[in-house]
């Protein structure tokens, strides 16, 4: 695979090397901790989860990396990113050794929400500062080989991480110590990933010491300023602005399919009080939607190229629109997991098609911004999708008006790509295909 011949070159940098250490413990670590929030809310036997306490979890997953995400810059820009790796992953540490015994203590849900939010909150420093880091540890020629594989080994590493917290609960007793001695875990994992930066010098990473920064107050508000000129520059690349509309509501789609998938795992699917069944469920269902992301990675380019950009959007919205109520109305497992399958390669297929547009048709000058709201909006819209599914899902997780309301959604999505299709080659709306 290309990725594993990139990576043994990247590997040949020793600081490359421990750079990617930090990144994989990080990534890890967050795959077990994220999996053992979900388990503790919607799969501890004593708790009753509904659709709302899903959705208050995501908001507190999810949240951060939106508000926080445009104004880590300017803090990465001041702070010594070594000194960032270090402390923010043993702060981490700290925080989810916390959580553990909260969850054991059967603390109210507010107090465990506000130690999960400061840990996730912490992450957004980490995985910003590993980015800003990576042009330090490889050469300029070999810059965009790193930028592919260390997010891609990331993701994995993520996977991993919950993968391994999934099987640690099903080989243990459901219940508070179960999720607490994962929690535990992810606490460990997140103290190595600390410790693995100290193998780097303090001021390996930078930022450059003699570089002058504006006063803090003043670089914030720049940030804001400058998230600002984002949107109006977006206005005027018609492209770029309906690809992130369609990705934003086919977002919003897969995110309250996936608290739906929860809540019929964990009461429909499986006795309410069956609660390691209605996991593995949820494991399969999770495994299955990963290898329909990694399908899209596979076969978007080969959409992209038949159909054009904005064309494979196209495919993929229809094919949604079409197939997500024909297999999730039934509210069966075979099927529902067959459309995770599917959701997961259009959703990312989708994604793909949108990043390539949004980098090919934004000004270099603009790239960053438009990123950060892009950003925003992705996680946003899950968190938004969460709070609307609480407000239709039932106590068993069945709502034939949900599934059909967002089928409409995914053939809006079609139909206005269509439209862009269309009229793109107006003077006016500078666009690529």
């Known amino acids: 695979?290309?990725?594993?011949?990139?990576?043994?070159?990247?590997?040949?940098?020793?600081?490359?090397?421990?750079?990617?250490?930090?990144?994989?413990?990080?990534?890890?670590?967050?795959?077990?901790?994220?999996?053992?929030?979900?388990?503790?809310?919607?799969?501890?036997?004593?708790?009753?989860?509904?659709?709302?306490?899903?959705?208050?979890?995501?908001?507190?997953?999810?949240?951060?990396?939106?508000?926080?995400?445009?104004?880590?810059?300017?803090?990465?820009?001041?702070?010594?990113?070594?000194?960032?790796?270090?402390?923010?992953?043993?702060?981490?540490?700290?925080?989810?050794?916390?959580?553990?015994?909260?969850?054991?203590?059967?603390?109210?849900?507010?107090?465990?929400?506000?130690?999960?939010?400061?840990?996730?909150?912490?992450?957004?420093?980490?995985?910003?500062?590993?980015?800003?880091?990576?042009?330090?540890?490889?050469?300029?020629?070999?810059?965009?080989?790193?930028?592919?594989?260390?997010?891609?080994?990331?993701?994995?590493?993520?996977?991993?991480?919950?993968?391994?917290?999934?099987?640690?609960?099903?080989?243990?007793?459901?219940?508070?110590?179960?999720?607490?001695?994962?929690?535990?875990?992810?606490?460990?994992?997140?103290?190595?990933?600390?410790?693995?930066?100290r193998t780097m010098a303090v001021g390996l990473l930078g930022p450059d010491p003699d570089v002058l920064q504006p006063r803090i107050g003043a670089a914030l508000a720049s940030t804001a300023l400058g998230l600002v000129e984002g949107v109006r520059h977006l206005a005027g690349r018609r492209s770029a602005a309906y690809a992130l509309g369609a990705i934003t509501v086919m977002r919003f789609c897969y995110g309250a399919l996936t608290v739906t998938l929860l809540i019929l795992a964990r009461y429909l699917w499986s006795p309410p009080s069956d609660t390691a069944r209605g996991l593995a469920l949820l494991g399969l269902a999770v495994g299955i939607s990963g290898a329909g992301f990694f399908a899209a990675a596979v076969i978007t380019p080969w959409g992209a190229g038949r159909f054009g950009r904005t064309g494979w959007i196209v495919v993929c919205a229809a094919t949604s629109a079409v197939l997500e109520p024909a297999l999730g109305l039934p509210f069966e497992p075979g099927p529902m997991l067959a459309a995770a399958f599917l959701l997961g390669l259009t959703t990312q297929g989708t994604k793909i098609a949108t990043d390539t547009l949004v980098q090919t048709s934004i000004d270099d000058s603009f790239r960053g911004r438009v990123f950060s709201l892009y950003d925003m909006l992705f996680n946003v819209s899950f968190v938004v999708s969460a709070g609307v599914a609480a407000l239709l899902l039932p106590t068993d997780g069945k709502s034939p008006k949900l599934l059909i309301m967002l089928a409409v959604l995914y053939a809006a999505v079609a139909a206005a790509m269509i439209h862009y299709r269309r009229t793109r080659k107006s003077p006016s709306a500078p666009s690529t295909p």
Request: aromatic share 8%; charged share 15%; hydrophobic share 55%.
């Open 1 to 197: 695979m290309a990725v594993v011949r990139d990576l043994r070159v990247l590997v040949r940098f020793r600081d490359f090397r421990r750079l990617l250490a930090v990144r994989l413990l990080s990534q890890l670590s967050d795959g077990v901790y994220q999996v053992a929030l979900a388990a503790y809310v919607v799969f501890t036997p004593q708790k009753q989860a509904s659709a709302t306490a899903i959705a208050g979890a995501m908001a507190v997953l999810l949240l951060p990396y939106s508000l926080v995400g445009p104004f880590t810059g300017v803090l990465l820009d001041r702070w010594r990113r070594r000194q960032v790796l270090l402390y923010c992953n043993v702060s981490r540490a700290v925080l989810a050794a916390c959580t553990a015994v909260l969850i054991l203590a059967r603390v109210p849900d507010w107090l465990f929400y506000l130690s999960a939010l400061s840990v996730t909150g912490v992450n957004r420093f980490v995985l910003a500062g590993l980015s800003a880091a990576l042009p330090r540890v490889v050469d300029g020629e070999r810059l965009v080989i790193a930028n592919s594989v260390s997010p891609t080994a990331g993701t994995i590493a993520a996977t991993a991480g919950g993968s391994t917290a999934f099987l640690a609960h099903l080989v243990m007793a459901a219940g508070g110590g179960a999720d607490a001695v994962v929690v535990g875990i992810a606490a460990a994992l997140y103290l190595c990933a600390g410790l693995s930066a």
